[in-house]
């Protein structure tokens, strides 16, 4: 057993029981003579650890035969670009909900490549919330609709996934996008309502490294723009099973592990229900203090990033030592904000939240 806590907003804290089976299999994976490492990425070893690992991401999120997996590296940062290379098309314009430092990044590199429109944003609230479907406005030619399912540094989360065909008008048909990095498979999700699904790995599933992107074939079919690279076009990895080049084979194959390790827990409903109960630990302890503050509008709260202040932040450095102390690490805020921010990402024993609870309350009895 592990003496810490560990809160980090990524790479974040893995299952323990994960970082056991790979700590057993470092040596020798499965009687091959080889760490997972060493494997090449056409050995029928490892194509079978990449296959496994596949199948079971399929089964925990119901994904669609019409759908295809590719692992890919760069980070969810890379996506900011791949995304408009790949699907802006002729029509050369894509509409982009603004949600927060996340979204902004994401809008900031799509100008690059083509225009952008702002569909809805929380920018009047401070990006404390998110815009109601009802706002949104979806241009008639826009090649795609892209949103960020979580904001990370906010912690602003769409509690539902949107439906364009409610709003979009003409353009019905148009292709939601989303950039999951920060809540992919901590609850239940219908891919089939996606045009594209991308996810770093290093919240909810594995280290970093790898990044899953999950995307409707038909889109493979839009011609890429002009000059875009091969390693940047989706067809290339599609067409290549996600071995055009070498893929990160480490990464993904602990992310295989997190993926049987899900299995276990009962899966994303359950995985959900348990994510729920933790974040209504720290949350409700926020609302009934005046010494703690989460400014996050209470219906768009996130389950994985909790961000909270002190209401004197000259008790943070003292608040952040002392969780120290108490196995509760990695807890400063982002740079941006400042105060405190507890992720609590799937693998984050309730335990652990109730541990920081406890603390919390002390901390709060002794300095209030
Ligand atoms: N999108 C979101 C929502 C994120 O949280 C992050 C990373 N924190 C990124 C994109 C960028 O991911 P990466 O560092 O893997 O490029």
């Not at 008639?140 to 602003?156: L, R």
């Not at 952040?320 to 990402?345: D, T, W």
């Amino acid at each position: 057993m592990r003496k810490i806590y560990n809160f980090s907003a990524g790479p974040a804290v893995l299952p323990e029981e994960v970082l056991e089976q790979a700590r057993e299999e470092m040596l020798d994976w499965h009687g091959s003579g080889m760490s997972v490492m060493e494997m090449s990425h056409r050995g029928k070893e490892f194509m079978s650890i990449a296959d496994e690992t596949e199948s079971a991401l399929r089964e925990l999120a119901g994904i669609p035969d019409h759908y295809k997996v590719l692992f890919l590296q760069g980070g969810a940062s890379s996506q900011f670009a791949m995304v408009p290379m790949n699907l802006l098309g002729k029509k050369g314009k894509a509409d982009y909900v603004n949600t927060g430092q996340w979204s902004a990044k994401a809008i900031s590199e799509a100008k690059n490549y083509g225009s952008v429109q702002i569909a809805a944003s929380s920018e009047s609230d401070g990006f404390n919330s998110v815009p109601p479907l009802a706002q949104w406005h979806i241009s008639p030619d826009a090649a795609y609709v892209h949103y960020a399912s979580n904001e990370t540094i906010g912690g602003v989360e769409f509690q539902w996934t949107p439906d364009l065909s409610a709003v979009a008008g003409d353009n019905k048909n148009i292709p939601l996008v989303a950039d999951m990095s920060s809540n992919f498979l901590s609850r239940p999700f219908d891919v089939s309502k996606f045009g594209l699904i991308y996810a770093g790995a290093q919240k909810n599933v594995g280290p970093a490294g790898l990044v899953v992107v999950i995307v409707r074939e038909d889109l493979l079919d839009i011609p890429p723009l002009a000059g875009t690279p091969a390693m940047f076009r989706y067809k290339t990895h599609a067409d290549n099973a996600s071995m055009y080049n070498t893929p990160p084979t480490y990464a993904i194959y602990i992310m295989g592990l997190v993926m049987e390790w899900l299995k276990k827990q009962g899966g994303l409903t359950a995985i959900e229900q348990r994510n729920i109960a933790k974040a209504k630990l720290i949350y409700d302890l926020i609302d009934v203090s005046s010494f703690y503050h989460c400014p996050v509008n209470q219906a768009d709260r996130s389950r994985m990033n909790v961000p909270f202040t002190l209401s004197d932040p000259g008790l943070d450095g003292a608040f952040l030592k002392q969780a120290q102390a108490h196995g509760l690490i990695q807890l400063k805020g982002h740079r941006s904000v400042g105060g405190m921010r507890a992720s609590i990402y799937n693998a984050m024993p309730l335990e652990g939240v109730q541990t920081l609870v406890t603390f919390m309350r002390e901390f709060e009895k002794n300095h209030a």
